[in-house]
């Protein structure tokens, strides 16, 4: 298995950014996904998740702002993130939920600054 995270970058406070993750060597329409997130000096925490019939759930740190979505034809999952604050700067993941440990790659960086 295989995820491959796209899209990250640098961005003023109350900007946007849409991050790609394509997946591969699974058959991704039957897995829940999800948006992982590290911050500077903390752990790894789960921040939006879809399921495989596309329902939707998210920490509340980022409800109202981001909004996960996939596109089974594509065993892609994206994460449309507004109204960033700095403390949306983070590595951020994608994954199977719950999590694989297999399943970790590279990330992409987003940071919030002016």
């Known amino acids: 298995v295989q995820f491959v995270e796209s899209g990250g970058g640098l961005v003023q406070p109350g900007g946007s950014l849409r991050l790609s993750c394509a997946a591969s060597?699974?058959?991704?329409?039957?897995?829940?996904m999800g948006w992982y997130r590290q911050g500077p000096g903390k752990q790894r925490d789960l921040a939006a998740v879809?399921?495989?019939?596309?329902?939707?759930n998210y920490a509340d740190s980022v409800k109202g702002r981001f909004t996960i979505s996939r596109d089974n034809a594509k065993n892609t999952v994206y994460l449309q993130m507004n109204s960033l604050k700095p403390e949306d700067t983070a590595v951020y993941y994608c994954?199977?939920?719950?999590?694989?440990?297999?399943?970790w790659g590279q990330g992409t960086q987003v940071t919030v600054s002016s």
């Open positions: 994954n199977a939920s719950p999590s694989w440990a297999a399943g």
């Open positions: 879809i399921t495989n019939g596309g329902s939707t």
């Open positions: 060597g699974m058959m991704f329409s039957i897995y829940d």
